[in-house]
């Protein structure tokens, strides 16, 4: 399988797990037009930017970057224009995020997010963490496959620097 092929069937994954854990969140607002999360200045690795810029040759030869303070690709009405090519950190926003860190006495620690648009403290408290998106393992595989991809470095690419006629 070939690197294009590699990104591609992870976010097909991704896709399936976010999908099976949010299908049950009725409290979740995010929506064609909720753009509160796309921010300016994002990065992402070049594996990400470059399937973006294999999928998207007219708008980002001949498109306009959204204004800067929010992201180069949202359109006139707060959609994504590269939805399907959307990087990784665009496809969990909004979700009720957990991850584990270690204390100063190797003591795992839980930690929890939402986008204040999805706050829904019961839900937040919950000692059921099915529906919960684990952070960790989904950023090693990206990384993972950054290094193969590029010869061991990890390059990271500005979303708004892969539009040419900025």
Same mark, same amino acid.
């Given at each position: &399988?070939?690197?294009? $092929?590699?990104? !591609?069937?992870?976010? /097909?994954? =991704?896709?399936?797990?976010?999908?099976?854990?949010?299908?049950? =969140?009725?409290?979740?607002?995010?929506?064609? #037009?909720?753009? $509160?999360?796309?921010? *300016?200045?994002?990065?992402?690795?070049?594996?990400?930017?470059?399937?973006?810029?294999?999928?998207?040759?007219?708008? +980002?030869?001949?498109?306009?970057?959204?204004?800067? /303070?929010?992201?180069?690709?949202?359109?006139?009405? /707060? $959609? %994504?224009?590269?939805?399907?090519?959307?990087?990784?950190? %665009?496809?969990?926003? #909004?979700?009720?995020?957990?991850?584990?860190?270690?204390?100063?006495? *190797?003591? =795992?620690?839980?930690?929890? *997010?939402?986008?204040? +648009?999805?706050?829904?403290?019961?839900? &937040?408290?919950?000692? *059921?963490?099915?529906?919960?998106?684990? !952070? /960790?393992?989904?950023?090693? @595989?990206?990384?993972? &496959?950054?290094?193969?991809?590029?010869? #061991?470095?990890? @390059?990271? @690419?500005? !979303?708004?620097? !892969?539009?040419?006629? @900025?």
């Amino acid at each position: &399988m070939n690197i294009k $092929e590699n990104i !591609l069937e992870f976010y /097909g994954l =991704l896709d399936e797990v976010i999908k099976n854990k949010v299908s049950n =969140l009725s409290f979740l607002v995010c929506s064609k #037009g909720c753009s $509160e999360c796309c921010v *300016d200045d994002l990065t992402v690795f070049e594996i990400e930017s470059t399937n973006i810029i294999e999928h998207n040759h007219e708008l +980002l030869s001949n498109g306009i970057p959204h204004s800067e /303070g929010k992201c180069a690709f949202l359109g006139n009405e /707060g $959609e %994504c224009r590269i939805y399907e090519q959307r990087p990784y950190v %665009c496809r969990t926003q #909004g979700l009720p995020l957990r991850w584990l860190e270690e204390d100063e006495n *190797d003591n =795992l620690i839980e930690y929890r *997010d939402i986008c204040p +648009l999805n706050e829904n403290e019961e839900f &937040m408290k919950s000692e *059921d963490t099915s529906n919960f998106f684990t !952070l /960790g393992s989904w950023e090693e @595989k990206l990384a993972t &496959m950054q290094h193969k991809y590029g010869n #061991g470095e990890m @390059k990271r @690419k500005s !979303l708004r620097a !892969l539009f040419t006629n @900025k």
